[in-house]
């Protein structure tokens, strides 16, 4: 007979042969699912990102060529949407990330091979090359990340170093557009992308906190097989 534990519905998780039970058929089609999921988010990140990075450098070589300056203008408020829009993809991804490591580690006891989000996924602890304590994969990460705030800085500059309001007698919006009202702008705009850079980091943090759970859970169970 079949030790339920107590629990009323933990005969669905077990069997005397350690075969697949009905949940664990369930959770393998979930886990299936979700990982094409994931594929599916990575694959429209990508596209997106490349069609924004694309868009705010044909606005870029069209000012410099034409000398329609004012348009650099335009390049910081475009480049920060594509990054809060594929910082928005990404948090959709950490938490595949998240239920597929969670699976994962109610699959170990009888599916063991199902470790790939745990071990080589993005918080993979098996991907993870430590000297001395130092997570060296923080190097390229930490290397990005200024990498973005870089580029988002130096438009804003050249924003502000090109900008020429048009002459009164001209049409056109830039009109009253002083050089000052366009940094209070860019002031504005750069407080809210630092808002939703935060907000996403935290979500970061708790999915990393979860997986690190998982992973835990998963080497416990593969540990008393």
Partial sequence: MVDTGGRPDAGRDQRPDG?????????????????????????????????????????LAYAFLTGELRFVALTPIL??????DGLKTSVRMLYIQQQL?????????REPLFNWTIDYGYFGRDQRIEIDG????????????????????????ASLVT???????SAGVAIGVSRNLLLLGYGTFTALFAVIVGV??????????????????????????
Wanted: aromatic content about 8%; cysteine-free; proline content about 4%.
């Fill in 19 to 59: 075969g697949p039970t009905t949940d664990d058929r369930l959770r393998m089609d979930l886990y299936e699912l979700l990982h094409d999921r994931a594929e599916r988010e990575r694959r429209w990140q990508f596209w997106r990102l490349a069609a924004g990075h694309l868009v705010v450098g044909v606005i």
């Fill in 79 to 84: 480049y920060g949407i594509v990054v809060m």
């Fill in 101 to 109: 490591a969670q699976l994962e580690a109610k699959l170990a006891a």
């Fill in 134 to 157: 130092v997570d060296l994969n923080t190097v390229p990460e930490t290397a990005q990340y200024v990498l973005i705030v870089s580029i988002y800085l130096a438009l804003v500059v």
């Fill in 163 to 169: 900008w020429r309001p048009l002459d009164p007698g």
């Fill in 200 to 225: 996403g980091y935290l979500h970061y943090d708790r999915v990393r906190e979860r997986v690190a759970a998982a992973s835990r859970s998963h080497r416990e169970a593969t540990t008393r097989e």
